[in-house]
Antibody, heavy 114, light 111 residues
Framework: EVQLLESGGGLVQPGGSLRLSCAAS????????MSWVRQAAGKGLEWVSI???????DYSDSVKGRFTISRDNAKNTLYLQMNTLRAEDTAVYYC????????WGQGTLVTVSS | DVVMTQSPLSLPVTLGQPASISCRSS???????????LTWFQQRPGQSPRRLLS???NRDSGVPDRFSGSGSGTDFTLKISRVEAEDVATYFC?????????FGQGTKVEI
């Protein structure tokens, strides 16, 4: 059974940093494309970043230059390093499996506020 | 970016009756290999999204057959043949043909 478990969210001041983790089980992260998708409270879904099975990476314009996606194959875990955080980055962050997001984690809440 | 527009944004429904949600894209979702990557997700209150349908009409494992998808090009529809109480949720369409992936605003289905 595929399971995705995000962690690392919390309250951070504007300009601060956080690293999110997504621990996977039931499949091998490096065999699939993996994405981060976020959702502000009461709002819609926004794709943030993707890392393909071959290691190709892409970001949305809203986070390019501030966020970094990576994975640790030994730990079967996906990461999102978030720097220079802004109030508008406040959201629940989900990791999602494969190109068309066939499985999602439960999400982790990131709040950027002073 | 491809803009996905859903309607209605709120849909009052009656148990046992059909329901329909429209999703339109600002560009054709037909890919270079001929596939159309239009996906539907269900998000129940307090839960993470769950994929229901991919490539317009392919139901994911465990999805009841009362959910169906149709459409082509830029115009797509999600239909629930007979609404059940567990179908109360927000439904999102997403295009998977172009980068970046983009989602509709969501349609809230309420009894």
């Amino acid at each position: 059974e595929v399971q995705l478990l995000e962690s690392g969210g919390g309250l951070v001041q504007p300009g601060g940093s956080l690293r999110l983790s997504c621990a996977a089980s039931g499949f091998t992260v490096s065999d699939y494309a993996m994405s981060w998708v976020r959702q502000a409270a009461g709002k819609g879904l926004e794709w943030v970043s993707i890392i393909s099975s071959s290691g190709s990476i892409d970001y949305s314009d809203s986070v390019k230059g501030r966020f970094t996606i990576s994975r640790d194959n030994a730990k079967n875990t996906l990461y999102l390093q978030m720097n220079t955080l802004r109030a508008e980055d406040t959201a629940v962050y989900y990791c999602a499996k494969d190109w068309l997001f066939d499985d999602w984690g439960q999400g982790t809440l990131v709040t950027v506020s002073s | 970016d491809v803009v996905m527009t859903q309607s209605p944004l709120s849909l009052p429904v009656t148990l046992g009756q059909p329901a329909s949600i429209s999703c339109r894209s600002s560009q054709s979702l037909v890919s270079s290999d001929g596939d159309t990557f239009l996906t539907w997700f269900q998000q129940r209150p307090g839960q993470s999204p769950r994929r229901l349908l991919s490539k317009v009409s392919n139901r994911d494992s465990g999805v009841p057959d009362r959910f169906s998808g149709s459409g082509s090009g830029t115009d797509f529809t999600l239909k629930i043949s007979r609404v059940e109480a567990e179908d109360v949720a927000t439904y999102f369409c997403m295009q998977g043909t172009h980068w970046p992936r983009t989602f509709g605003q969501g349609t809230k289905v309420e009894i």
